[in-house]
């Protein structure tokens, strides 16, 4: 039984020492903190700078990116990473972009789910034309219409996702607080 573990770890370690290791090509190490050439190209790709993809523009990319981790630096030694305001404002940017990534992939998931037909948009139309909210042809509102009539479709789905959460879930509110009482 030992000769199988001391052979299984043998085999571990020529596994791992087989592999060259990947080796980080720094590009600048500002203190004690490094960005690699490939952290420099993915950001540098994401800017607007690239779309000048020069020497002279990749330099000035540099020089911001280094100053940003040169004010970054500084804001930490001073403790603004812990500042209270700081700390709720990153907890509601959090929350907003998790909750923007919810809503979007749930859209997305519901978009596939339904279709507008013709009858419903020339009935919407008719709906519309009697109530006098729309002068134009049919064929020249046709397109606004199914658009429309999608996005309530989608916000009418979004909602009864939200009102299935909802009834799944254990809510209690005091309303004596909610109205100001102690």
Not at 48 to 62: H, V
Not at 151 to 177: P, V
């Amino acid at each position: 039984m030992k000769r199988y573990l001391i052979l299984a770890i043998l085999l571990v370690f020529a596994t791992a020492c087989g592999r060259p290791a990947e080796k980080k090509v720094i590009l600048v190490k500002i203190n004690n903190y490094e960005i690699t050439k490939e952290e420099f190209e993915e950001q540098f790709k994401e800017s607007a700078s690239a779309k000048n993809d020069t020497l002279q523009a990749r330099k000035e990319f540099l020089d911001n990116l280094i100053n940003r981790v040169l004010v970054l630096q500084d804001s930490e030694k001073k403790g603004l990473d812990k500042d209270k305001s700081f700390l709720k404002m990153v907890q509601r940017f959090w929350e907003q972009s998790l909750l923007k990534l919810a809503l979007d992939r749930k859209t997305r998931q519901i978009a596939g789910t339904f279709s507008v037909s013709d009858k419903t948009i020339e009935e919407t139309y008719n709906k519309l034309r009697s109530e006098g909210k729309v002068e134009k042809p049919y064929h020249e509102t046709y397109k606004q219409i199914k658009w429309e009539i999608t996005k309530l479709k989608e916000a009418n789905m979004l909602g009864s996702w939200i009102d299935e959460l909802r009834k799944k879930s254990d809510i209690k509110i005091n309303y004596d607080l909610l109205q100001g009482k102690k």
